[in-house]
């Protein structure tokens, strides 16, 4: 398929509106769609470039799914992210307009191609599994407002060094979990708790500071972080 075409006046397109266009190298959406629906662009491999339109104003689940989209920008006319919006995508660089004070979960899940990405600096909570299995990923700049992160938020990505802000108070397990390429991560002065598998299996971590103020450390946190030599422990530690 190399071309499908909706009325203009559409406003809603049924999921997977575009599914399987392989040969599809641009698209016409129609003008006053306000929301870009579930598989919308799967398997369509031909299209590398898009756009989004100032109309959408909701990206729905798994939107970018198999497409082979490599940039996207998401711009302040996108009003909604649904859980999953970008993830299993093919996407190598997103940016992400700094009106977005909240994320869905799992927003880039399995988009294993991502490697440049940027987090709105008013960002207070990084949900759950955000960054799951993106493993061309290897930095990013956390802002200073973010307050939390969640449970396996960089696990199996290729994160290579972490620099957590003083402002988080809490991280969930297995945040870090399986994150192989992780050489080095700084805590925040803030932490009180090093959760349940935090840094299971970060088989290339060196270096890691337990400072003062951290009183509990969940079971396996460190498990099989076989290039981890030595860890000096706060004498808060219960």
Same mark, same amino acid.
């Given at each position: 398929?190399?071309?499908?075409?909706?009325?203009?006046?559409?406003?809603?397109?049924?999921?997977?509106?575009?599914?399987?266009?392989?040969?599809?190298?641009?698209?016409?959406?129609?003008?006053?769609?306000?929301?870009?629906?579930?598989?919308?662009?799967?398997?369509?491999?031909?299209?590398?470039?898009? @756009?989004?339109?100032?109309?959408?104003?909701?990206?729905?689940?798994?939107?970018?799914?198999?497409?082979?989209?490599?940039?996207?920008?998401?711009?302040?006319?996108?009003?909604?992210?649904?859980?999953?919006?970008?993830?299993?995508?093919?996407?190598?660089?997103?940016?992400?307009?700094?009106?977005?004070?909240?994320?869905?979960?799992?927003?880039?899940?399995?988009?294993?191609?991502?490697?440049?990405?940027?987090?709105?600096?008013?960002?207070?909570?990084?949900?759950?599994?955000?960054?799951?299995?993106?493993?061309?990923?290897?930095? @990013?700049?956390?802002?200073?407002?973010?307050?939390? @992160?969640?449970?396996?938020?960089?696990?199996?990505?290729?994160?290579?060094?972490?620099?957590?802000?003083?402002?988080?108070?809490?991280?969930?397990?297995?945040?870090?979990?399986?994150?192989?390429?992780?050489?080095?991560?700084?805590?925040?002065?803030?932490?009180? /708790?090093?959760?349940?598998?935090?840094?299971?299996?970060?088989?290339?971590?060196?270096? @890691?500071?337990?400072?003062?103020?951290?009183?509990? /450390?969940?079971?396996?946190?460190?498990?099989?972080?076989?290039?981890?030599?030595?860890?000096?422990?706060?004498?808060?530690?219960?």
């Amino acid at each position: 398929i190399e071309k499908i075409t909706y009325p203009d006046s559409l406003t809603k397109l049924p999921s997977h509106a575009y599914s399987g266009a392989a040969k599809m190298k641009s698209v016409k959406l129609p003008s006053d769609l306000d929301t870009l629906p579930e598989n919308c662009f799967y398997g369509c491999s031909g299209l590398t470039e898009f @756009i989004i339109p100032e109309s959408v104003k909701t990206i729905n689940s798994y939107a970018f799914q198999n497409s082979y989209i490599k940039e996207l920008k998401v711009p302040s006319t996108v009003e909604t992210l649904k859980d999953y919006a970008l993830a299993y995508s093919n996407l190598q660089k997103v940016e992400l307009d700094e009106k977005f004070t909240s994320f869905p979960s799992s927003l880039f899940y399995d988009s294993k191609k991502l490697s440049s990405v940027n987090i709105p600096s008013g960002l207070t909570v990084l949900p759950a599994s955000t960054f799951y299995n993106c493993s061309a990923l290897q930095s @990013i700049e956390l802002p200073d407002t973010l307050t939390t @992160i969640n449970n396996y938020a960089f696990a199996y990505s290729g994160i290579t060094s972490i620099e957590i802000p003083d402002t988080v108070t809490s991280i969930g397990s297995y945040v870090f979990s399986n994150a192989s390429k992780l050489k080095s991560a700084k805590l925040s002065a803030n932490l009180t /708790t090093i959760p349940y598998q935090a840094f299971y299996n970060c088989t290339s971590l060196t270096g @890691i500071d337990i400072h003062e103020g951290v009183k509990n /450390t969940g079971s396996y946190a460190f498990y099989n972080c076989t290039s981890l030599e030595s860890v000096k422990l706060p004498s808060t530690l219960t």
